[in-house]
């Protein structure tokens, strides 16, 4: 491709995202940097690179700039004692913005290793940077910047590549075959045929109909690490749960490995916002508490890979082997299930039709920004439903909340019940169901039904979000460890000894399966609480009942 046309396109950054170090935070950089002169449209680096150091600008000015598709439009210019880059110096992507010198000067240059020993060591300095970050992020993925995926929204491919950017924060624009103009044109331009796609555009980069694995790849996600290692913990599944328990477990300095199908998060990573979650008292989104445990993982050591979804569990020699979808298999000497659960679909005929492009089960800002202005509809009754409502209807011309008794507080947050009450934007609608999607291609109303009398009628939709529970991810342990009757994973002494008596002479730990040396936390736990603080609870204590299998008391 050649070189993008440069186009001026300010865009307003709040002042966290653009903080100024002070000479003390400059000291401390400069003796792990080294200063170095710039002169005017040097690039120091340029989207698509990996491994990018850590500058901040002492003199002279510096434009961030998304290039896409032919054009490069300015994103921010950034001026002395403020540093470049965002979350990719701390995740080890790919950067996904170009720097280029607008007025020459001086750079304090960093290597991105040195930095993130500085940061774990100075804690003032390595939250400002990590909240910097973190909004830069937001706007990259606001801006549709990053990579580009072309096709069209009623292909499952589409749907699947969307889904994958979006749960892994990966900024990113769309561009649909069916609605968007000149769409067509360019895949001619490419020389792509209609069965190649849909593809992603990369930098010079184009990808035929990539699976999610060879997205990651490219993208720089992480992969699975360090072949022939044996975890002392091997976590299987990045929620909450998981996250807390690689960042204890690798903090107290055991070898840990976490693997995860999707993103970081599980369904916490799609919630707008969690208000509940001690610590955070104006809330956090689901993808920013990700991001930060994340982070906080890898700081310690922590091996993460992404995707990589487990298939089966098996023993071998004293060992635990956890196989994996690309055929390969990792070893450990303790395993915990974190998988978590996937969300209930709703009984309606061709729902199928409409999902991932007006059927969603989760809102994050990407769903939001794709219904606009537009009516909505929200199915379920709890704090999922709730803050989903909420946060659209900051975005939709209507929100629409059904549930199907008559109380919303009894399975939800008396807080979050009072505001949807009180929110002018949000209906709520109680004893009502949907019963059948209406629209040729795209979604255009819901008719749903009173429970009570039978009494249809038609709610205008331009998408629909259900939160209405959830099973558990729990298939690939089938007849390894014990199930309760709906698929949960049976712990401690819920587990029926004479079926499943323990293997070792100690008493069974209360977050062990009935195999001795594998746990179980979260939502994949039968009687879990299904709350994100005690599902990361569940996962800080297995770490210490990991210490304990061992025969150590920690």
């Not at 002169?39 to 340029?46: A, M, N, P, V």
């Not at 989207?47 to 002279?60: A, E, H, I, W």
């Not at 072949?227 to 328990?245: C, I």
Request: glycine share 10%; hydrophobic share 45%.
């Amino acid at each position: 491709m050649n070189r993008p046309e440069r186009r001026q396109s300010l865009v307003e950054i709040p002042p966290e995202g653009i903080p100024a170090l002070e000479d003390r935070q400059l000291e401390r950089l400069a003796a792990r940097g080294r200063r170095r002169t710039i002169q005017s449209g040097e690039i120091l680096f340029r989207r698509g690179d990996q491994g990018c150091d850590f500058f901040v600008v002492l003199d002279g000015t510096v434009a961030i700039v998304d290039e896409s598709l032919g054009t490069a439009n300015v994103i921010a210019v950034i001026g002395p004692h403020r540093f470049l880059g965002e979350l990719d110096l701390l995740t080890g992507e790919a950067a996904f913005t170009t720097a280029i010198v607008q007025e020459p000067g001086a750079v304090l240059v960093v290597p991105v290793e040195a930095l993130r020993d500085l940061v774990a060591a100075d804690t003032l300095l390595g939250d400002l940077i990590l909240r910097a970050t973190l909004v830069r992020r937001a706007i990259l993925i606001e801006l549709g910047a990053g990579f580009t995926i072309v096709g069209s929204h009623y292909t499952p491919g589409l749907r699947r590549l969307r889904e994958f950017a979006a749960r892994n924060r990966l900024p990113h624009r769309v561009i649909d075959l069916d609605r968007d103009v000149g769409a067509d044109r360019l895949v001619e331009q490419l020389g792509v045929a209609p069965e190649d796609t849909p593809i992603v555009i990369w930098g010079e980069q184009l990808l035929r109909n990539p699976t999610n694995a060879e997205l990651a790849r490219v993208i720089g996600l992480p992969v699975p690490s360090a072949p022939g290692l044996v975890g002392d913990l091997v976590v299987v599944g990045a929620g909450p749960s998981g996250l807390a328990a690689a960042v204890y477990a690798a903090s107290e300095g055991l070898v840990t490995l976490v693997l995860d199908a999707v993103a970081a998060g599980g369904q916490a990573g799609t919630s707008s916002r969690i208000e509940n979650y001690l610590g955070f008292p104006a809330g956090i989104s689901g993808g920013e508490l990700a991001e930060r445990a994340r982070i906080q993982a890898e700081k310690f050591g922590a091996h993460l890979s992404i995707p990589a979804a487990a298939t089966a569990l098996e023993r071998e020699d004293g060992y635990h082997i956890i196989r994996l979808d690309d055929g390969s298999a990792v070893t450990a000497r303790n395993v915990l299930i974190a998988t978590g659960a996937h969300y209930r679909k709703l009984e309606v005929p061709r729902i199928d039709d409409y999902e991932g492009t007006w059927v969603h089960y989760a809102a994050t800002p990407v769903e939001a920004q794709m219904c606009f202005g537009d009516p909505v509809v929200v199915v379920g009754g709890g704090n999922s439903a709730g803050q989903a409502a909420l946060f659209l209807s900051r975005r939709a011309s209507k929100v629409s909340l059904l549930i199907r008794g008559d109380d919303l507080a009894k399975s939800m947050s008396r807080y979050l019940a009072d505001r949807i009450e009180q929110d002018p934007k949000v209906d709520l609608l109680r004893h009502t169901e949907v019963r059948e999607l209406v629209g040729d291609g795209q979604l255009d109303e819901v008719v749903v039904e009173d429970n009570r009398t039978g009494l249809r009628s038609v709610l205008p939709a331009r998408a629909l979000f259900v939160f209405i529970g959830a099973d558990p991810h729990a298939g690939w342990l089938d007849g390894e460890v014990a199930l309760d009757r709906v698929g949960f994973v049976l712990t401690g002494a819920d587990v029926d000894e004479t079926r499943f008596p323990h293997e070792t002479e100690r008493a069974r730990l209360p977050l062990e399966t009935s195999r001795a040396g594998v746990f179980a936390v979260g939502d994949v736990r039968s009687g879990s609480t299904r709350r994100v603080a005690s599902a990361v609870g569940e996962g800080s204590m297995a770490v210490r009942l990991v210490w304990e299998h061992f025969g150590v008391w920690r």
